[in-house]
């Protein structure tokens, strides 16, 4: 059992306490009007209730059945009802070509078949739509192995979740990244680097725009008039 599945509301919890930059990178990326958006690899559902709010309607998909009931548990957070949840592999979307106007994934593509997950996304993607992916690379790979690095690492992020967090929450969250569960999926999952992600994206992804903000890279595309075939 993953992590996702163990500790779906305490990874939930760290996930949304920490992303309200990458939400409003997502906000500003959203393509005008009222778009049709998948969010791939969605968790427990933060962003796509939240960017229901600019949208016709917000498909969300993960492969962990736990994050998949906690995101429909809080469906009604989505005011205009407009927002669906469903158990889905990004290595195989049960979505037509060319479905979505914009497709978000935030902190899963590593966790896949790199290259076989970005064709998918890309597939769904309609006439002059947007990719948007955020991810976790990092540039020691032996060293994030280490679970005392790991540790080390949230330690010193205490001070900064204290000041944007509070104590109760800093608590929560330092107490989950520091458990044995999150320290055997930070360690034993696959690491990308800075290089080897540009380089498949860049190779799959024609003009994209890349972003590196420590260990967070953002990947930022518009499809052509043919939709988004790679």
């Known amino acids: 059992m993953t992590v996702f599945d163990s500790s779906p509301e305490e990874y939930a919890f760290a996930t949304q306490a920490t992303s309200a930059r990458q939400y409003d990178e997502a906000r500003r990326y959203l393509p005008p009007g009222k778009p049709l958006v998948l969010d791939a690899g969605c968790g427990a559902g933060y962003y796509g209730l939240r960017i229901a ?9 993960d492969l962990s059945p736990r994050m998949i009931a906690l995101a429909k548990s ?21 979505f037509r070509d060319h479905s979505f106007d914009f497709v978000v994934s935030r902190n899963a593509l590593h966790l896949t ?12 993607i309609r006439p002059r739509g947007r990719l948007l992916v955020q991810d976790l690379v990092t540039a020691h790979p032996r060293l994030r192995r280490l679970r005392s690095w790991q540790v080390l690492r949230t330690l010193m992020r205490v001070p900064g979740m204290l000041r944007t967090q509070g104590l109760r929450a800093a608590w929560r969250i330092f107490r989950f990244r520091t458990s044995p569960g999150w320290l055997q999926h930070v360690t034993a999952g696959h690491l990308v680097t800075p290089g080897e992600y540009q380089s498949v994206c860049r190779r799959l992804l024609p003009g994209c725009e890349i972003h590196l903000h420590g260990d967070q890279i953002a990947v930022l595309w518009e499809a052509g008039n043919r939709g988004g075939q790679p």
């Open 74 to 94: 809080r469906q009604a957070e989505a005011p205009a009802g407009n927002a669906e949840f469903l158990v889905a592999d990004l290595r195989r979307l049960p």
């Open 53 to 61: 709010e600019h949208a016709a309607r917000v498909v969300g998909c």
């Open 113 to 124: 078949p790199m290259e076989t997950a970005a064709r998918e996304l890309c597939r769904v």
